[in-house]
């Protein structure tokens, strides 16, 4: 070997050196970018551990090396403990997922923001809603003739009137339609026609799988065939869904309405229901999906890939 070609090969072994070291010397070894797992972090019903029961519903999603908090359950103190419990660090999150506004699924933000002030945080947004708001300055009449210290802002408003959330300085992203907010994640936007919560706006979250789409809910107030039909306009082999169903007061013919949609008409693979779910709507649905129903309390881990277990 000359010594131009020995030369020539040290640089080039020096520059493969360098460029493996770019490529791994960034990356973060807390992701894991095959973990794919649903861990329910909030809920009223589960196996006797160190978590804490109670009304509400939070899960921390786990796919593609991403890490998602869908919602923040009812109360910050007992997130806090759950959250240790599992050896969960909420001060890294990719992202959050607010599902709407109700209590017992924003409760736990004030512990959220204490360790992760600036997460960025999808919520529904709603008009004055307790996430923030804005409006067009448009939206309300004016009268040229007033003198300008009778009139809103002197007779000159902004374009845009922004509106204080609950929350101040939290990043809130606000949704009103289905957005794509990752590669293969996707916000499921609906608001509810139901009488209790008419209006009410209802973020899911929806991402892509080689098995098919997974989607989590919330409470499921616009209906949850509504939002797996419209999940399904993404991508029609609904794989798993997780969450609240929303039936805890259906009568049985409702209930049986909901679960026949979900197994024959959707072809919902595999089910794990909880919060608002409801007792009898578990039955049923364990009825009518058997093995493809899986557990869901307090501090379950489902994963994801191949087959949920």
Same mark, same amino acid.
């Given at each position: ?10 640089? /080039?072994?020096?520059?493969? $050196?360098?460029? =493996?070291? !770019? ?6 070894? &807390?992701? #894991? +970018? ?88 999808? /919520?529904?947004?709603?008009? $004055?809603?307790? =996430?923030? !708001? ?6 309300? &009449?004016? #009268? +040229? ?108 013919? #409702? ?55």
């Amino acid at each position: 070997m000359t010594v131009e070609s020995w030369v020539a090969s040290c640089s /080039a072994a020096f520059l493969l $050196f360098i460029g =493996y070291t !770019a490529n791994t010397s960034g990356t973060d070894a &807390r992701i #894991d +970018p095959a973990k794919a797992q649903i861990t329910v972090l909030y809920d009223a019903f589960g196996q006797a551990s160190a978590m804490q029961k109670d009304w509400g519903y939070a899960a921390l999603v786990e796919y593609g090396g991403k890490r998602i908090l869908f919602d923040t359950g009812n109360n910050p103190d007992i997130l806090a403990q759950n959250a240790k419990a599992k050896d969960i660090d909420l001060s890294k999150l990719d992202f959050v997922v607010m599902s709407h506004r109700h209590g017992d699924h924003m409760g736990g933000l004030a512990y959220l923001l204490k360790v992760n002030p600036k997460v960025t945080i999808y /919520a529904p947004k709603e008009g $004055f809603g307790i =996430y923030g !708001a804005d409006l067009a300055s448009g939206f309300y &009449r004016k #009268d +040229p003739s007033l003198p300008p210290e009778q009139r809103y802002y002197n007779g000159a408003p902004p374009e845009v009137m922004r509106f204080g959330s609950a929350w101040p300085g939290a990043n809130f992203q606000l949704v009103d339609k289905n957005t794509e907010i990752a590669p293969n994640f996707h916000l499921i936007t609906l608001v509810s026609d139901k009488p209790g919560t008419l209006e009410l706006r209802e973020l899911s979250l929806a991402f892509s799988t080689p098995e098919g789409m997974v989607i989590v809910v919330g409470c499921s107030h616009p209906g949850i065939d509504r939002i797996v039909e419209s999940a399904s306009a993404i991508n029609p082999r609904i794989h798993f869904i997780a969450g609240g169903f929303h039936l805890v007061v259906a009568s049985d013919p #409702d209930i049986e309405k909901i679960v026949t949609a979900l197994h024959d008409r959707f072809k919902v693979e595999y089910i794990a229901p909880g919060h608002c779910t409801g007792e009898p709507a578990f039955t049923a649905l364990k009825r009518a999906f058997g093995d493809h129903y899986l557990y869901a309390g307090l501090g379950t881990t489902l994963t994801l890939n191949p087959a949920p277990r």
